[in-house]
């Protein structure tokens, strides 16, 4: 049988391996060594001249479904050998375990436990890119922030933590631990945060909080704030948006209103530029017009900045000798194109045909004002525009309906206008000096009062 079994394989060499597939257990020796291409258990066929022996291949372990199939007889155990199980991880199709063993160490430090992640973990990649996009930020409620500063910022508020991925014990410890409680604490390489990080020299430290709510958030310097609030009008540059926050912080403002239209407060280049202003003051974001109102406690004195005072109004003057009113187009200080109740947050040209359509519109009629004269003597919000588009008609109705006023900077001749952020910080510390005096003089009127009073 053995040689008849031979001659058949020198006749067929081509089909030596599937005769020999299909047979029984019994493997017939030859001349070379075998090893099958399949992912199955090796097949070796020893020499000739260690004729007689008979191997059979090792049996592949079968699973409790397999074996009661061919106890039934619904399988033979030839079909069980051709189609091993499939959880077998040596004859699965990658060749390896469906769930690598991977190893995650935990450490302790002051009581805080951390884990070191293993190598290829994508939890800080996938993590910084999604908190990078503002509509991850808005729908999941996350935000990023980078930087011992910033988080300390935001752990002194009362942000909450959710991740906090760190290179080194040194920096992990600059961090308030108390506050880290409830957050999972990573250890990675300093690589990994350079790769992802968004700033030039990483610091090697990056968290991700949950979407803070102002309301809730503890503001330290309360009593130190002035009846300013600070109203931003279709700001799309981060850097401008960042640095009028930041000066609004430092000016004392009681808060900060963003209409929709503007740069996301949380954008990585707004946090850099703002400097923990976030964390400062209230920030409320993405309003409506008719909301703004909502933010005042008190009534309030509505102020606008006009950047151009007039350089680009018509000529055409009135009987009185005033400059002749005629549609928002005329305006260099203010957007001639309609609100739009669906704000795109991406920066977008004003249509050709926005001037035929504002025909019918008419500009309020506001008084100018310098700077530095007398503007901010009650509750006051101060509205800066964007520089490319201005200021919206919502904001200049209702500076009119609050009996407000325009106020300039002015430059000297050749010069354009002053940078929005630049012109926002100007007017915002001359109304925090003009409140001051308005309420120390108000003190000593009082306090004059009170002495005047017979006992």
């Not at 051709?82 to 990658?94: A, E, F, G, L, Q």
């Not at 007398?374 to 919502?394: C, K």
Request: hydrophobic share 35%; glycine share 8%.
């Amino acid at each position: 049988m053995a040689a008849l079994i031979k001659g058949v394989i020198r006749l067929f060499p081509t089909e030596r391996n599937a005769f020999l597939s299909t047979r029984s257990d019994i493997i017939v020796e030859s001349k070379r060594f075998v090893r099958g291409l399949r992912r199955k258990p090796v097949r070796v066929l020893f020499p000739e001249n260690d004729t007689g022996k008979v191997v059979k291949p090792p049996q592949p372990p079968q699973s409790d479904h397999h074996a009661a199939e061919q106890k039934m007889g619904r399988i033979s155990p030839g079909a069980a050998r051709r189609h091993p199980d499939r959880s077998d991880p040596v004859n699965t199709r990658s060749g390896t375990a469906k769930h690598p063993h991977v190893t995650v160490t935990k450490d302790l430090i002051d009581g805080l436990r951390y884990e070191r992640a293993f190598p290829g973990d994508k939890r800080l990649s996938k993590l910084v890119s999604v908190a990078r996009s503002r509509t991850f930020r808005e729908h999941q409620g996350k935000i990023l922030l980078e930087g011992r500063r910033l988080i300390c910022d935001a752990l002194e508020a009362g942000a909450r933590p959710q991740m906090v991925f760190f290179s080194s014990l040194d920096r992990l410890q600059e961090l308030p631990l108390d506050k880290l409680r409830g957050a999972t604490i990573v250890k990675v390489k300093f690589e990994d945060i350079k790769i992802w990080s968004d700033v030039v020299t990483p610091q090697g430290v990056i968290a991700i909080f949950a979407r803070p709510d102002p309301s809730r958030l503890n503001f330290s310097r309360r009593g130190q704030l002035v009846p300013l609030s600070l109203i931003c009008d279709n700001v799309r540059d981060p850097g401008n948006l960042g640095t009028m926050l930041r000066s609004a912080a430092a000016a004392g403002c009681h808060d900060i209103l963003l209409t929709k239209g503007c740069v996301d407060a949380w954008e990585p280049k707004v946090l850099r530029a703002a400097m923990g202003a976030h964390f400062q003051l209230p920030i409320y974001a993405s309003l409506e017009w008719h909301e703004i109102g909502n933010h005042f406690s008190k009534p309030v004195t509505v102020h606008v900045a006009d950047s151009s005072h007039g350089h680009h109004l018509k000529r055409d003057a009135e009987d009185d000798g005033t400059p002749k009113l005629s549609k928002p187009g005329d305006y260099g200080w203010v957007d001639s194109s309609p609100y739009r109740k669906k704000m795109e947050y991406e920066e977008y040209d004003s249509d050709s045909d926005s001037e035929s359509e504002n025909e019918g519109i008419s500009l309020p009629r506001m008084e100018t004002k310098l700077y530095h004269e007398n503007w901010a003597q009650s509750p006051t919000a101060l509205v800066v525009g964007g520089e490319t588009h201005g200021l919206s008609m919502e904001a200049v109705q209702l500076a009119e309906k609050t009996d407000g006023y325009r106020l300039f900077i002015p430059v000297v001749p050749g010069v354009d206008s002053l940078n929005s952020a630049m012109a926002a910080s100007i007017l915002l510390f001359e109304g925090r000096r003009q409140l001051l005096k308005l309420l120390q003089t108000t003190g000593k009127k009082r306090q004059s009062k009170a002495e005047r009073k017979p006992s």
